[in-house]
Antibody, heavy 121, light 110 residues
Framework: QVQLVESGGGVVQPGTSLRLSCAAS????????MHWVRQAPGKGLEWVAV????????YYADSVKGRFTISRDNSKNTLYLQLNSLRTEDTAVYYC??????????????WGQGTLVTVSS | QSALTQPASVSGSPGQSITISCTGT?????????VSWFQHHPGKAPKLMIY???NRPSGVSSRFSGSKSGNTASLTISGLQAEDETDYYC??????????FGGGTKVTVL
């Protein structure tokens, strides 16, 4: 069955970096687009980034553009999110979510359980 | 990209129907038939309920339906059940090829 498992979260200081991973199993990551979505404590969902099945299309929310990078290693069936220049407002649970095609408007049938990133001095 | 506008809360009695609105602009909701709805129980993974305005993924109850008129999309839950009590979010595709969520609506079953 499809499973997504995020890892890499933790407590970091402002201005530092972190790399999140999303390990996929039960399907071939190379055929599907993937998204990152986050939820800050007590707040709503915020879309972060998307990458197409082959990595040729990548888009970011304005709030993270230039600081975060989405990438994938299809040989490892793993999605990544590199978080640089972290700010306190980046504190959130980060979820990865699967597209139902290579790059479509039908996404979010499968999600991971999330990994918590806390940015604090 | 500004967040879509949803009511903070909507309530109804068991068996009733409720509708959650999601208002965007002519650039996002009004321009594309690419609105999704997610159900989110706090602490759990979100669940896709509707995609492309009105399409229901396999396994989602037919009590959930979606529609759109102009810049406003709507999610209707008919035959409201206790298990429907949680948070709901809309999301729309944007001209930047990104997505934007609404602020979320808490559904309460009275």
């Amino acid at each position: 069955q499809v499973q997504l498992v995020e890892s890499g979260g933790g407590v970091v200081q402002p201005g530092t970096s972190l790399r999140l991973s999303c390990a996929a199993s039960g399907f071939s990551l190379s055929s599907y687009g993937m998204h990152w979505v986050r939820q800050a404590p007590g707040k709503g969902l915020e879309w972060v980034a998307v990458i197409s099945y082959d990595g040729s299309n990548r888009y970011y929310a304005d709030s993270v553009k230039g600081r975060f990078t989405i990438s994938r290693d299809n040989s490892k069936n793993t999605l990544y999110l590199q978080l640089n220049s972290l700010r306190t407002e980046d504190t959130a649970v980060y979820y990865c979510a699967k597209d139902n095609q290579g790059y479509s408007t039908n996404w979010g049938t499968y999600w991971g359980q999330g990994t918590l990133v806390t940015v604090s001095s | 990209q500004s967040a879509l506008t949803q009511p903070a809360s909507v309530s109804g009695s068991p068996g009733q129907s409720i509708t959650i609105s999601c208002t965007g602009t002519s650039s996002d909701v009004g321009s594309y038939n690419y609105v999704s709805w997610f159900q989110h129980h706090p602490g759990k993974a979100p669940k896709l309920m509707i995609y492309d305005v009105s399409n229901r993924p396999s396994g989602v109850s037919s009590r959930f339906s979606g529609s759109k008129s102009g810049n406003t999309a709507s999610l209707t839950i008919s035959g409201l059940q206790a298990e429907d009590e949680t948070d709901y979010y809309c999301s729309s595709f944007t001209p930047s090829s990104t997505w934007v969520f609404g602020g979320g609506t808490k559904v309460t079953v009275l």
